[in-house]
């Protein structure tokens, strides 16, 4: 089993930055192939962006590439979500998971479904004002 506890969310005005952080306990975080995933009132949940055990590959959604990075520091047992030049849009509850899915150079568009994670945050929530 893992734990896994988010942070960081808030309310910040249109343009803003947040880095929200999920913490892990239980087994080996570098275990795990981590991604983040949001769900907005009445849509369904959807993926953000996701890192291999290592960070070294890293898959993001279109609505976010070049605003969000996601990372992680294996030697914390953290993963981070940076996101800058927020919009409203950008408004939801934020969800880390972890995934014991295997992970290479070339499957991280696999990792969009959110069926391929094992284990889940409780969510932080991040409110954008216009």
């Known amino acids: 089993q893992v734990q896994l506890v988010e942070s960081g969310g808030g309310l910040v005005q249109a343009g803003g930055s947040l880095r929200l952080s999920c913490t892990t306990s239980?087994?080996?975080?570098?275990?795990?192939?981590m991604g983040w995933f949001r769900q907005a009132p009445g849509k369904e949940r959807e993926f953000v962006a996701v890192i291999s055990r290592r960070g070294v590959f890293t898959y993001y959604a279109g609505s976010v590439k070049n605003r969000f990075t996601i990372s992680r520091d294996n030697a914390k047992n953290t993963l981070y979500l940076q996101m800058n030049i927020l919009k409203p849009e950008d408004t939801a509850v934020y969800y880390c998971?972890?995934?014991?899915?295997?992970?290479?150079?070339?499957?991280?568009?696999?990792?969009?479904?959110?069926?391929?994670?094992?284990?889940w945050g409780q969510g932080t929530q991040v409110t954008v004002s216009s």
């Open positions: 998971a972890a995934s014991n899915a295997p992970y290479n150079s070339e499957n991280g568009s696999l990792f969009v479904d959110s069926l391929r994670y094992d284990y």
């Open positions: 239980g087994r080996t975080f570098s275990n795990y192939v």
